[in-house]
């Protein structure tokens, strides 16, 4: 039995090295959204998840400043959803619990698809001030993904907050990633 | 600026290690709470972050599988609820992404305080089949802790897909820690 001192790793794949790097400016919304649904259709294509992607950018200058894919099966952890990956390696490379610090420019979240509950909670928690999705809820359960409790009323919380959640930016192209997920048999888990 | 296969170290403070064993057996429910609310004490007196501890167990016999402790501040990582971090924990030893895999013995976790939005969501795809809670949702917000957007039906949702939620044991013990947190100027972050 390991001791209570071992680490867990969180790693994203090795091609999303080669893929796009910190710090590299993409101007415009449909620019970062189309990163986040490559972010998800390479996982697939590549075997290393499932089909979801996310970005973190600071939101004046479109300076990307971390990635996040799917990694529940590699990383054999429920919690590494897209979102959550981008959101750690975003708050490790600010080198803060919180995006909202006073010193840290704002900072927005780019998803392939609607978060799921957990993924919302955490970014309310995370500083980030809005949040841009691509395919919808529906649309991960349409292939049999469980999305878990949101309802209207958790939207409206986060915007309560000062969390903007805006919708549907490439969303053909998101849910066509996630037509493929199903076609090609990947695997579907749930609670 | 660091590169993408950078990773991020998710562990528990030192003092854990000597505090209970992977594989100690706790017999009773008050025993198994007693060390979530312990956890959470000593998160708070030894300052390694907030008043929140949590361990998953082996249902049927009480075997402790992994502890957490609330990390956020520590590790930079908003993630990192003490329910997150006994999860992960636990997927880790049992080398699966779901406790429920068929292999497996069914898991329970008891944390010291009912879990926020992140938190909820997150046990829904960990896999364990029930939840024990000793402080509620309002002495969290009492102290001035965002639990995120908890209704009703999200309590239901998990019941509904085999998440037994049970709630309010060993709550004044867990309570006097939050208090406790709260008097001597405990770090509150939110959204």
Redesign the interface.
Known sequence: ????????????P?W??R?????EVFATAEQRMALAVRLARENVRLGTGGPFGAAVFEQASGRLVA?GVNS??R?????LHGE?VA???A???C????L?APELPAHELYTSCEP????????????VRRVVCAASREDAIRIGF?E????R??HA??EA???EILQGLLAEEAREVLRDYARHGGLV???
């Open positions: 039995m390991p001791t209570a001192t071992e680490n867990i790793s969180v790693t994203l090795e999303c090295e893929f796009a790097a910190p710090g990635l529940v099966e990383l054999r952890n429920s919690a959550m959101l750690m390696f708050q490790a490379r080198g803060s619990h919180t909202r799921c509950a957990m993924c919302l909670g955490a970014l309310l928690w995370s500083g469980d878990g409790p949101v309802f009323a958790s919380y986060l907050r000062g969390v888990y749930n609670g």
